[in-house]
């Protein structure tokens, strides 16, 4: 049995364009950042510009013998072919592009005077006397693709994060709507029992105000007679209230006493 041999164990097929940016943009709203960042990278290179076959130019014409004028046409025809075949093979498509020599190296250094540039190296066909040529530098394949991939992965990335902003931004939009409608519907329990919410808000402020006033008194006044604190520290006692009420007035009183002078 003849033995099949596989150099490598990877198969390349062919996918059609639309399925793979559809699968990138599916897997970008998935938030599968690696998968996205591949498959973008695959859409973001360009095709492969193959020539093909060469065409196969006409056959020549036989040489007939039988009428000058039909000998000349052919023998011309034939003469055409032949320089045509001196072209070498001939194809339908242009050769895919590839990177040229330059045409020109600069070099850059620092004068006493400043900064120079001096041409070191050039072709003749391109610099001549009086001429001005712009000279590029073509970048590097392997760059280019490095590039595009952290740009393509990027984006993938920049795409999931707007995709989880705009969840987040959902869920508390809900949460904000949820707490509404609680507290719409214990304000209506209040406007039942015949309280405004107003009312309530203000009762608990003067309460939360009274409260921690009594507290900082008792931190920072020392009474022997002072009477024992509520078992609940937010709400004052009677007979707290009222010993705090006499403190408070003897102390504005004796504040409020001309000094004698001697």
């Not at 304000?187 to 029992?193: N, P």
Request: net charge negative.
């Amino acid at each position: 049995m003849p033995t099949e041999n596989r150099s490598s164990n990877t198969e390349m097929v062919s996918v059609p364009r639309d399925k793979l940016q559809a699968w990138q943009e599916r897997f970008s709203k998935a938030q599968i950042f690696r998968e996205s960042s591949e498959v973008q990278a695959l859409l973001s290179q360009p095709s492969d510009q193959h020539q093909g076959e060469p065409v196969a130019l006409p056959a020549k014409r036989p040489r007939r013998m039988n009428d000058q004028r039909d000998d000349a046409y052919d023998n011309g025809w034939n003469n055409c072919l032949d320089e045509i075949a001196k072209l070498g093979p001939l194809y339908t498509r242009p050769e895919p592009a590839v990177q040229q020599e330059p045409v020109a190296r600069l070099r850059c250094y620092q004068s006493a005077i400043g900064p120079k540039v001096e041409v070191i190296k050039f072709t003749a066909q391109v610099f001549k006397p009086g001429r001005e040529v712009d000279v590029y530098i073509h970048a590097d394949p392997g760059e280019v693709e490095r590039l595009q991939f952290e740009l393509s992965e990027a984006r993938a990335i920049a795409n999931g994060q707007t995709s989880l902003r705009k969840e987040e931004a959902e869920d508390w939009a809900k949460e904000r709507d949820t707490l509404r409608a609680q507290l719409a519907e214990v304000y209506g329990l209040l406007r039942d029992l015949g309280v405004e919410p107003d009312d309530v808000s203000d009762m608990y402020s003067g309460v939360a105000k009274d409260a921690e006033r009594y507290r900082l008194l008792r931190e920072r006044m020392l009474v022997s007679d002072f009477p024992p604190p509520h078992p609940d520290w937010s709400i004052p006692s009677e007979i707290e209230s009222k010993r705090i009420d006499e403190l408070c007035d003897a102390a504005l009183s004796a504040s409020a006493e001309p000094e004698l002078n001697p």
